[in-house]
């Protein structure tokens, strides 16, 4: 299928050019691990059940960390007009950005991968379930989804970087709450029966957020 | 092979194009060349399908635009002072993601054919940002032409070239020019605009002010239409020679 | 044009009277809440307050799709003065609401025990990401389009937003619920009223705001004849 091979290729690009520098995945990482330890000190003093903020300071971690990947994904493009270069290609608008958001879902894949085993010797808990993969896969989703639609936003305009969690934060607040509560629900050994309602609420929210980015990014990148 | 009817372009409350008239034939170089601002990057936009219209009729091959968008992307190649190519990945990488994404059945065997043309052999798998100007200039036009497109917008495709890199060019430019293809190229620069292109048109205050053909036109001709549709100082640039 | 004045004046008497109603009703009318006291009656400004708000918010989401539809500058005007009198309207139901917390639970913000609190808050959050998205856009189309696009994913996010906050403290999850409020029959017709009154404020204050905003853009589009000394 043409539509498909297309969105890979995009998929393809990306990760060669970040293999090539590695710029994106080493910030990337540096700054969870910065954001774990400050969280870790800040809290250590106050709260006796570390484990209680452990859900919590996951998803930050994560909701910083999408930022700054969705940001470079997009800085990316911009560069030498690449995205002209896309835009003249002779394919449907949408195949951007499912390409481009697949990508993000992958690289922040790959960085919560690296952050979760060394957040589980940090908190002294094992994060390595199903379930919890799952509710995190599910929440990425949820960034990645309407992340990389607000992203082709923020980076056309003056304040660049610091546009994206303006106009993210506010959106993704339900994915947080959800992955949050469901996160604390698995640590806490709840069956999965108390959880799945917020499951359920994370696929809803991955699911339209899709339909609703893409209606809408062909509006964001046409001139 | 192009026809413009009255062709405006605004931005909200300022109006880069204002009523534009052109046709080009099949196999037609133009060189369209006005001062900075008056709206030659918008006119290739425009017919780049990178801009939309605000009123008027364009017509690329017959299709209308911004209708049939993507049916006219596939015949046309955009060249600009910007290389659209990604610094990160290598010029043979750069290639084959474009290969890719237009759909073209034997990639690499196109990607080699291009890297021949162009010159660009020996640095294929060097990073496109460590490549020179010129040479970045000239992977924008292989990857322009990959997919064989039968028109060739070309957007001050001199910019920031030395005299040995743009002298490359024109060859590469009289190749693909040679094949029959139809080229419009925009310039400020006369002379340039007179090398090997069949009509010449100025561009200015949003409309086509001035067409000819160039086997009757000497460069003082031309800079005489020029100056007088054009002025001196209406931008504060002098035309180069 | 003289047609669309008299609905702005109709409108304007329509909203004086009813606000002056309203009022009445509130403060003089309606009985005094057992429990509370007269602080209860900051109740029906906030709900009424916080209806315009995301009355307000649709009414943004309408004009943005409406705008990437047709192009049509108007409803990005429209857009905008809707954002306008929104924000201002959700201020209103954060600052009344934060005084009803005071005098319910004793805290000027009671995370757990009043999500409606929050909900409005993050509302009004996403106003502001609205006006600073539009401030920081350059060129009026690119700006309108970006608007529009982000309205409609801010208004999206808003169930999601509503749910998820109800559902936090709770074990299990209710979609609809009945809130411990009994109202008597005066107070209910207060509060209806008072849910009247503010959409028809929210009405006329849209209206000028609207107006205003045209004249605004006429006079960009001199400007820029001016300027360049052309025809547009």
């Known amino acids: 299928m043409s539509y498909l091979s297309k969105v890979l290729a995009i998929v393809w690009k990306d990760v060669v050019a970040e293999l090539r520098t590695k710029e994106m995945f080493s910030s990337m990482l540096v700054f969870a691990l910065l954001v774990i330890v400050i969280f870790n000190f800040s809290f250590d003093l106050r709260v006796e059940n570390i484990a209680q903020v452990a859900p919590g300071v996951l998803w930050v971690t994560f909701a910083f960390a999408s930022t700054l990947e969705l940001n470079r994904s997009l800085a990316l493009e911009m560069e030498n007009d690449c995205l002209d270069g896309l835009l003249l290609a002779p394919m449907d608008r949408s195949v951007i950005y499912f390409g481009k958001m697949l990508g993000n879902l992958v690289f922040i894949c790959a960085i919560e991968a690296l952050i979760l085993p060394i957040f589980s010797v940090i908190f002294d808990l094992n994060l390595i379930r199903p379930p919890l993969l799952l509710t995190i896969f599910l929440g990425t989703v949820g960034f990645a989804g309407v992340g990389t639609l607000l992203s082709a936003i923020a980076v056309n305009t003056r304040a660049r970087e610091v546009m994206l969690p303006v106009l993210l934060f506010p959106i993704i607040l339900p994915v947080v709450i959800a992955a949050t509560k469901a996160t604390g629900g698995i640590l806490d050994g709840l069956p999965l029966g108390d959880i799945a309602h917020w499951l359920r609420f994370l696929v809803a929210f991955d699911i339209i957020f899709l339909v609703v980015s893409y209606m809408t990014f062909d509006f964001v990148v046409q001139g | ?241 | 044009m003289s047609k669309s004045f008299r609905i702005e004046d109709l409108l304007n008497w329509l909203s004086g009277l009813s606000i002056i109603v309203a009022l009445y009703l509130v403060f003089v009318y309606a009985p005094t809440e057992a429990t509370m006291g007269h602080v209860q009656r900051i109740f029906y400004f906030h709900v009424s307050s916080a209806w315009v708000g995301f009355l307000a918010f649709f009414v943004t989401l309408v004009a943005g799709v409406a705008y990437l539809r047709g192009g049509n500058r108007a409803w990005d005007i429209l857009a905008l003065s809707s954002v306008e009198i929104g924000i201002t309207f959700t201020a209103m139901a954060v600052i009344t609401g934060s005084i009803w917390a005071k005098a319910t639970w004793n805290a000027w913000w009671p995370w757990q025990q009043e999500p409606r609190l929050v909900l409005v808050t993050i509302l009004l959050l996403l106003y502001l990401s609205y006006l600073v998205l539009r401030a920081f856009v350059e060129g009026e189309e690119r700006t309108a389009r970006f608007a529009a696009v982000y309205g409609i994913v801010a208004f999206v996010s808003v169930p999601f937003t509503f749910m998820s906050v109800r559902w936090w403290q709770r074990l299990h999850p209710v979609i609809f619920e009945r809130e411990g409020m009994h109202l008597a029959p005066a107070m209910l017709a207060t509060f209806l009223f008072s849910l009247l009154a503010f959409t028809i404020l929210y009405f006329t204050l849209l209206l000028h705001r609207r107006r205003l905003g045209k004249l605004a853009d006429q006079v960009d589009g001199l400007k820029e004849r001016l300027r360049t000394g052309e025809g547009g």
């Open chain 2, 1 to 241: 092979m192009i026809q413009i009817q009255d062709l405006v372009k605004s931005f909200g409350h300022s109006y880069a194009l204002q009523g534009v008239d052109l046709e080009v034939s099949r196999g037609q170089f133009l060189t369209v060349v006005g001062p900075n601002g008056a709206g030659k990057t918008t006119l290739l936009r425009i017919l780049a399908t990178l801009l939309r219209p605000t009123s008027g009729l364009v017509h690329i091959d017959g299709l209308d635009l911004p209708s049939r968008s993507a049916e006219i992307r596939r015949r046309i190649g955009f060249v600009s002072h910007q290389s659209l190519t990604y610094g990160k990945l290598t010029v043979e990488e750069n290639l084959t993601f474009y290969g890719r994404i237009y759909d073209i059945p034997a990639v690499e065997e196109r990607v080699d054919t291009l890297l021949d043309l162009v010159g660009l052999q020996a640095r294929r798998h060097d990073p496109a940002r460590t490549l020179s100007r010129g040479m970045q200039q000239r992977l924008s036009i292989a990857r322009a032409i990959i997919h064989q497109p039968s028109l060739m917008l070309l957007d001050e495709p001199y910019t920031g070239l030395d005299q040995q890199a743009a002298d490359m060019l024109r060859q590469l430019l009289q190749t693909i020019a040679a094949e029959s293809r139809t080229v419009v190229m925009t310039t400020h620069n006369l002379q340039r605009a007179l090398e090997f292109c069949d009509t010449v048109a100025i561009l200015a205050k949003g409309r086509i002010v001035y067409q000819a053909e160039v086997a009757s036109l000497t460069l003082d001709d031309l800079r005489q239409a020029y100056w007088h549709y054009v002025g001196n100082g209406s931008t504060g640039k002098r035309a180069e020679t």
